[in-house]
């Protein structure tokens, strides 16, 4: 039917657990991971500080990258129950007054 939006909440709620979920895992790995994408430089001569100067910068941006994600899969997880709280708030809302209008005539 046009102009209708058949929403399952069940669907939705699986869909933010999955994006936990996620998350999760993804912050998991990233802490077993995280200690071996840091390096010592190899020596003590300017190349080796410098290389592994530009190693560690590389490591923290990746580092903050995957936290930017993992808190962003979070915050999506967290506004699809949001929403669909709201939605089905508004359709009980929605659904009183159709019964109503209903009684009324």
Known sequence: MVGHVLVQPEVVLAAAAELDLLAERLAAVS???GPATHVLPSGTEEVSLLAATHFNQAAFTHDQSVAQGI???????????????QYLAQ???SGAGISAAGAIV
């Open 31 to 33: 802490a077993l991971s």
């Open 71 to 85: 808190l962003e899969l979070h915050h999506a997880a967290a506004t699809l129950r949001t929403q669909l709280a």
């Open 91 to 93: 359709d009980v809302v």
